[in-house]
């Protein structure tokens, strides 16, 4: 299976992107999908994750700017970014957990006047 991430970009401060990452094949459920980012420099963090069942949880830094979705029967998962700032600049990973562990290649995301 192949998780392929899309949707980075140069933003500037306040700004939105949206991101997307799609599975290449059907990944069994129940499967978290979720999206991690990593800054230079720094550990990959979790952004946001979706359950199959459409609980989402939240890194405190993106709640209220950030909106995961996920679209089960295409295996996508989305990032709605809104209200971006500097700080979002990262390197973005989407994953998907299962019987297995799965990890998009990523895509920056830079924010920056």
């Known amino acids: 299976v192949q998780l392929q991430a899309s949707g980075g970009g140069l933003v500037q401060p306040g700004g939105s992107l949206k991101l997307s990452c799609a599975a290449s094949?059907?990944?069994?459920?129940?499967?978290?999908m979720g999206w991690y980012r990593q800054a230079p420099g720094e550990q990959r963090d979790v952004v946001a994750l979706i359950t199959s069942g459409g609980v989402t949880t939240y890194a405190d830094s993106v709640k209220g700017r950030f909106t995961i979705s996920r679209d089960s029967a295409m295996m996508s998962v989305y990032l709605q970014m809104n209200s971006l700032k500097p700080e979002d600049t990262a390197v973005y990973y989407c994953?998907?957990?299962?019987?297995?562990?799965?990890w998009g290649q990523g895509t920056l995301v830079t924010v920056s006047s």
């Open positions: 094949e059907t990944i069994s459920s129940p499967n978290i």
């Open positions: 994953r998907v957990i299962s019987r297995s562990d799965y």
